[in-house]
């Protein structure tokens, strides 16, 4: 069988960013037979329906990699209870034109890391939201909620966790297997 393209989404910008350290964890607990490559969110400028049926280049691009991937992680940060404004403007693009969405029937799986306690579960939950319309099959458990994530990666952005590292194992073999249904 041909190898599980996963596409990890980087829902931070920042360069220090948990989440993306996080899915950098991920690319070393991915299972045989599956890959994970990461994209990044920036350069997508802000919606704008007016372009929707001439999509900038980043846009096209962005849409290109999420059709060619077999199934998505989704890494999100938490800002004031939601998902980042960026990472939704991200999913909305790539949702347009109408009938020609990236997302429809892509296998997804959901986690988050923040230095709040709640490890994004806020946050998770509207993403999840977002993945009903979009149609995509979702993984439900585990749920990983990386919280204080100060503590559970070292100076080097290293996830030291080891539960955190198991629960991220987990979650990307019920994603494969997903992907795998979905085939
Ligand atoms: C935050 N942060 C945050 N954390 C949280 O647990 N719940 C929240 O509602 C918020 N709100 C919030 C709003 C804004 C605008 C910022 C910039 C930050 C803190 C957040 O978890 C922390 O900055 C993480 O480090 C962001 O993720 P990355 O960039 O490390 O991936």
């Known amino acids: 069988m041909d190898v599980i ?8 910008l920042r360069k220090g960013s948990y989440n993306r350290f996080a899915l950098k964890a991920a690319q070393e607990l ?7 490559n990461l994209i990044e969110l920036h350069g997508i400028p802000v919606f704008d329906q007016d372009n929707e049926m001439t999509l900038p280049a ?4 962005f849409k290109r990699r999420i059709l060619d991937a077999d199934a ?11 998902l980042p404004g960026g990472l939704k403007n991200a999913i909305d693009w790539a949702s347009r034109p109408y009938g020609e969405s990236a997302w429809l029937g892509k296998p997804a799986a959901v986690m988050g890391a923040s230095t709040g306690s709640l490890g994004t579960a806020r ?10 319309t979009l149609d995509m ?3 439900n458990q585990p749920e990983v909620m990386i919280g204080n994530a100060a503590q559970r990666f070292d100076q080097n952005g290293r ?3 080891a539960p955190t590292r ?12 997903l992907a795998k249904t979905a085939r």
């Not at 991915?30 to 994970?36: E, H, M, Q, R």
């Open 159 to 161: 996830l030291t966790d």
């Open 58 to 61: 980043s846009v096209l691009e």
């Open 5 to 12: 393209k996963i596409l990890g989404i980087v829902g931070s």
């Open 30 to 36: 991915v299972p045989g037979g599956a890959v994970l």
């Open 123 to 132: 946050a998770q939950y509207h993403l999840r939201q977002i993945l009903v």
């Open 72 to 82: 998505i992680l989704f890494a999100t940060p938490e800002y004031n209870y939601s």
């Open 137 to 139: 099959p979702v993984v």
């Open 166 to 177: 198991q629960h991220i194992q987990k979650l990307l073999g019920a994603l494969v297997q």
